[in-house]
């Protein structure tokens, strides 16, 4: 077999899978887990059922998939650190910017991912496997926020005596999806609302800067 012609084998199934998972994101934050079938989400993605038992074994598997392109934004296998917006919250030229940039990020990222995230949680309860995904996704999300804690460490920007661990539990809290749903759907702000919020508090919360003037 030709390279060109595995490429487009890959090609083709990486398109059903990203399609699939889409599918089955609409259903799922639409009508909950355990309504939604996988016979219902091959026919919202327009495949047979076997084509997705094929490509993901499980309902379990589906829903993972939808939730890892739901913080991704897309269906590439690119890791959250190695995406553009933590690349450059990280590489910001202070701490003030580089919370600014890491909440905007996240309000991005929560607009698509917070609803399925209810989702995985609601359901975590009652099933196994949606248990061990919402602990790996918590262990996620908590590694990505030690890495912003890591770099106001060594920016010398945090509060003293707070240390990037505790640093990054606050985040995890603060940045959380359970947060993010109770401001903006339960109290009905904005996800720009939101995002200043979070501002502020992660300031408040792990520096000394919410006081200070900004530079220039």
Do not use: H
């Amino acid at each position: 077999m030709s390279t060109r012609s595995t490429d487009g084998r890959l090609a083709r199934t990486r398109a059903t899978r990203a399609r699939v998972a889409e599918a089955a994101a609409r259903l799922f934050t639409a009508g909950g887990y355990a309504a939604t079938s996988i016979q219902s989400v091959a026919a919202e993605a327009g495949v047979a059922a076997q084509t997705v038992y094929n490509a993901f074994g499980t309902k379990a598997a589906v829903l993972k998939e939808a939730l890892d392109q739901a913080v991704a934004g897309d269906a590439e296998p690119v890791a959250t650190l190695d995406r553009p917006w933590v690349r450059a919250a990280l590489a910001a030229p202070d701490a003030r910017e580089q919370i600014r940039l890491q909440a905007a990020g996240t309000a991005s990222v929560m607009e698509r991912v917070a609803p399925l995230s209810e989702v995985v949680r609601g359901a975590a309860d009652s099933d196994a496997d949606l248990r061990a995904l919402w602990r790996a996704n918590v262990d996620q999300r908590r590694a990505v926020q030690r890495v912003f804690a890591e770099r106001l460490a060594e920016r010398g920007a945090l509060r003293p005596g707070l240390s990037a661990d505790e640093a990054a539990d606050t985040a995890l809290a603060l940045l959380s999806p359970e947060v993010f749903t109770l401001y903006t759907v339960r109290c009905g702000w904005s996800a720009d609302r939101w995002r200043a919020w979070a501002v502020d508090a992660l300031l408040r919360q792990l520096t000394d800067l919410a006081s200070a003037p900004e530079a220039g």
